[in-house]
């Protein structure tokens, strides 16, 4: 089939939670792209930095994208930027930051690419001030091997675009992008830290906080200490003293897992989480830092996910009401309490945005909660997507390996009409991932 | 200066075309799919702000025309290098293959960058210019596997030798890269018992030595694998299977 340019290669979820061999190409020209005969089932794959299995599955054939990285049209008037799918966000951040311009909605790893930002519309520091990535995407080229190169945008093929946003993958593969930049206002960001005792208080500050980055982190060990911590506030500002140029050694879901067991455990994550509030105590109030390290916090710091080793982790992202969320955290974390669940850290950020596909969006506030692997793990994330369900929650499919499609049909507002419309737009479901396996979208 | 890069929609061919753009040098893409080299030259022209011109060509293809080459050079800076990271291998290179699949071998890895070298080594003489020609560690010796492939190589090489002869006297600097394994699109599906270097690193060390002459392996360490298999006796060489 694809003579020469095919190998067989093991994918494993960037959480560590699942592994499986198949077919994997990395295509560099466009004939690569289209060879496999037209019947292949594929799913299209970024940098594989998504904690579920997205970007593979079983007899499907990978197609990694991280060659179509190339610029293809800039248009300094409008601050619009045309690229290829497999642009990386560190390398989009260089070439716009010396031209005084940048991209407001930035996850946290670097090498996470524009196209998996699409697919997973996915969200930065503010959702609450910039919204969900795809708000930012003006037009797209969508390859499906029966449907050819497909240009779509909100005025044209609406509904290809609206399905590609936040469709993981299922409508094709993007090939290219054109995205909006936005002016970059100054080129340091001035970080603030607060040290607050719990997850209602750090709600209060965000909700009243006017910052252009807005998250909150907080130790989530069952115990007293429960919801102590810190709640980040970034503004724009004028730098006078000269910073670092962000460094970074790559970490991928293989160099992510190389210690043989977790490091964490119930006691090393107190010892972890109280060290960080009492740093935060010690440490100035306000840093100044580069508007990278500010965006990606997790290149430079990567031994939280590393100490998971190969066991992993589990995390849980979901979006919850404003008129819930004070609820649902007390509810948390009596659960968490109640079941010794296996906790170690929690974020909030305030949201608001558009639901799309099978993302994850609109308004209210995103809890974020990772886990180290034992015994009472599976448990606790049963009893979670309960609490979710009777929340309203809607559940982030990227970030959690293992939804249940019963838990994602009630919690995944958008699914019904998404695989209505992909079983129109392709009766045969050419693009298969694990994810699409797993949701019933066959 | 301008520099044509022949091969160069992938692989280290494009790694030395972002290398060059980088310092800013002008450019010629060539390969086969315009699609390929279109996209490439708009990122080279964006990120680095040189000229890129793309160029569709087939090298598989007897006579030769080098006119949409040349209609390019027109436009361009004078022409100071000529670097020809092309080459094809297959699946199907074991003696005994089909005619066409040896012509093709032949011509892409040896007759088309020779025609090349021909054609541009007036002008490249006049400018001092720089020729560089891209080998494999294949060609240390003859085995089963990549028959053809090796053949074009080791031709390649003495053609090299040739021209660096030849030119002795003139400003010409001439090298060719004995390279060992790749992480390209040509090496991509293959189990090889060595790692494999990034396009980028040996990219730069093309750049960093584009003005000295001579033969010279990339990356360096397989000067020793190379050698070993050379001397090893035919009794002991005829038994490995790689
Ligand atoms: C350390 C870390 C921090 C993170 N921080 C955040 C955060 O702050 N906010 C947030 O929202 N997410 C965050 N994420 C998750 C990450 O942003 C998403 O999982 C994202 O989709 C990963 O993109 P990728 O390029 O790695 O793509 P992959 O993981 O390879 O693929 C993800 C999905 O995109 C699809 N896809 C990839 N390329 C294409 C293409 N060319 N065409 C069509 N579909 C494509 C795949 O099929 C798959 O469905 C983080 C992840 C990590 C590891
Ligand atoms: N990869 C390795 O492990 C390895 C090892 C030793 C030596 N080498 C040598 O190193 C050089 C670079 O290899 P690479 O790995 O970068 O290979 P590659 O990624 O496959 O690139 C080969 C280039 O040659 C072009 N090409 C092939 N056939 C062509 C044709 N008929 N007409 C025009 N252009 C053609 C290709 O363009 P299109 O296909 O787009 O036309 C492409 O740009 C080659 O000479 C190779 O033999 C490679």
């Known amino acids: 089939m694809t003579h020469g340019i095919v190998r067989k290669t093991c994918f494993t979820t960037f959480d560590g939670t699942l592994s499986l061999s198949t077919t994997h190409q990395r295509p560099d020209r466009f004939s690569h792209l289209e060879l496999p005969d037209t019947t292949t089932h594929r799913i299209p794959r970024g940098g594989g930095y998504s904690y579920s299995a997205s970007s593979f599955g079983e007899s499907s054939l990978v197609q990694e994208m991280t060659c179509f990285n190339r610029f293809l049209e800039f248009n300094p008037q409008q601050a619009t930027l045309k690229l290829e799918a497999g642009v990386s966000l560190i390398d989009l951040m260089e070439w716009a930051l010396p031209r005084k311009l940048y991209f407001p909605v930035l996850p946290g790893y670097p090498l996470i690419t524009v196209g998996g930002c699409v697919a997973a519309d996915v969200h930065g520091k503010n959702p609450y001030i910039d919204g969900t990535f795809a708000d930012w995407v003006n037009q797209l080229t969508v390859f499906h091997p029966q449907k050819g190169y497909q240009s779509c945008s909100r005025e044209v093929n609406p509904n290809l675009f609206a399905m590609t946003c936040g469709g993981f993958g299922l409508t094709g593969i993007i090939t290219d992008i054109t995205l909006q930049l936005a002016e970059l206002p100054s080129p340091a960001i001035a970080l603030s830290r607060k040290s607050v005792h719990g997850l209602e208080e750090a709600q209060f500050e965000l909700a009243s906080s006017n910052a252009d980055i807005a998250y909150s982190w907080h130790d989530a060990t069952a115990g007293a200490n429960f919801g102590a911590g810190i709640v980040y506030a970034g503004h724009w500002t004028e730098s006078t003293q000269q910073l670092k140029p962000m460094r970074f050694r790559p970490m991928t879901a293989s160099t992510r897992a190389k210690l043989p067991l977790s490091a964490w455990n119930r006691v090393s994550a107190r010892i972890a989480n109280s060290a960080v509030l009492l740093h935060n105590r010690l440490k100035n109030d306000v840093s100044v830092t580069g508007v990278l390290d500010a965006c990606f916090p997790f290149a430079s710091n990567v031994y939280f996910h590393k100490l998971f080793g190969k066991t992993g982790l589990r995390e849980s992202q979901f979006l919850v009401s404003e008129e819930n969320v004070g609820q649902c955290t007390q509810a948390l974390k009596e659960l968490i309490c109640e079941t010794s669940a296996p906790t170690m850290m929690l974020s909030l950020k305030r949201f608001k945005g558009t639901q799309k596909s099978l993302s994850m969006s609109g308004t209210g506030y995103l809890v974020a909660i990772d886990c180290y692997r034992n015994a009472r793990t599976e448990v606790f994330f049963q009893r979670l997507d309960q609490l979710i369900v009777e929340m309203g929650g809607q559940i982030n499919l990227s970030k959690d390996s293992r939804v249940p499609p019963e838990i994602a049909a009630l919690t995944v507002s958008g699914i019904t009409d998404f695989k209505n419309n992909l079983f129109e737009y392709d009766p045969q479901r050419i693009m298969r991932s694990e994810l699409s396996a797993r949701l019933g979208l066959l | ?242």
């Open chain 2, 1 to 242: 200066m301008t520099y044509i890069v022949v091969g160069g929609s992938s692989g280290l061919g494009r790694a030395l075309a972002e290398r060059f753009a980088a310092a800013g040098c002008e450019l010629i893409i060539v390969s086969r799919d315009i699609r390929d080299t279109a996209p490439l030259a708009a990122h080279l022209a964006i990120k680095y702000e040189v000229k890129v011109s793309p160029v569709a060509m087939e090298m598989n293809s007897s006579p030769l025309s080098l006119d949409a080459i040349d209609e390019a050079l027109d436009d361009h800076s004078p022409l100071k290098g000529l670097l020809m990271p092309i080459g094809i291998n297959s699946d199907d290179d074991v003696v005994g293959l089909g005619a066409a699949t040896l012509l093709r071998i032949s011509r892409i890895n040896y007759l088309s960058p020779c025609q090349l070298i021909n054609h541009y080594l007036p002008a490249l003489e006049q400018s001092s210019g720089v020729i560089v020609g891209f080998s494999s560690v294949a060609t240390a010796r003859g085995r089963g596997k990549n028959a053809a492939y090796a053949a074009a190589k080791s031709a390649l090489e003495s053609y090299f030798e040739s021209l660096a002869h030849h030119t002795a006297d003139t400003g010409l600097s001439c090298q060719h890269y004995i390279l060992g394994y790749l992480d390209t699109n040509l090496a991509f599906a293959q189990d090889l018992p060595f790692p494999k270097a990034s396009p980028e690193r040996v990219a730069d060390v093309v750049y960093a030595r584009r003005f000295s002459s001579g033969r010279q392996f990339c990356p360096r360490p397989w000067y020793i694998p190379y050698r070993v298999v050379q001397l090893l006796p035919w009794s002991i060489f005829k038994r490995l299977a790689f």
